[in-house]
C-alpha cells in the first residue's frame, strides 16, 4: 500500500521559494504507473490543483500557477518535489501531494499525504 508523506518548511517570507517534498513509501518514483499531484488548501477556500508529473518526463501545472512551480522527482531519495517562486501570503495553504494511476488520469486520487502547513509572512 503506497503511503505519501510531505515535509517542508512550515513558514516562508514573502519573494522566497517555498520548496516541498512529498517521500513515497510502498511504490517507486520511478515507476511510470502513476501521477502525482500537489494540491493546497488556503484558508476558507476549496481545494486547488497546482500541478502533476509523470516518471516519463509529462508534467502539467495550473495555468494560474505556471511560471511559477516546478514538480520534478529526486530518484536518489524517492521523493517528489514542489518548488513555489516569489511566495506571497496569498500562498499560504496546507498543501498535499497525492497520486492518480497513470489509467485512471483525470478520474480523481487514489492516495494522499496528510498534508504540510504553509504560512508566508515575513
Known amino acids: 500500500q503506497v503511503q505519501l508523506q510531505e515535509s517542508g518548511p512550515g513558514l516562508v517570507k514573502p519573494s522566497q521559494t517555498l520548496s516541498l517534498t512529498c517521500t513515497v513509501s510502498g511504490a517507486s518514483v520511478t515507476s511510470n504507473d502513476y501521477y502525482l499531484s500537489w494540491i493546497r488548501q488556503s484558508p476558507g477556500k476549496g481545494l486547488e490543483w497546482m500541478g502533476a508529473?509523470?516518471?516519463?518526463?509529462?508534467?502539467y501545472y495550473s495555468p494560474s500557477l505556471r511560471g511559477r512551480t516546478t514538480i520534478s522527482r529526486d530518484t536518489s531519495k524517492n521523493q517528489h518535489t514542489l518548488q513555489l517562486n516569489s511566495v506571497t501570503p496569498e500562498d499560504t495553504a496546507v498543501y498535499y501531494c497525492a497520486r492518480t494511476l497513470a489509467r485512471d488520469w483525470g478520474s480523481g486520487f487514489d492516495s494522499w499525504g496528510q498534508g504540510t502547513q504553509v504560512t508566508v509572512s515575513s
Open positions: 508529473n509523470r516518471y516519463s518526463g509529462s508534467t
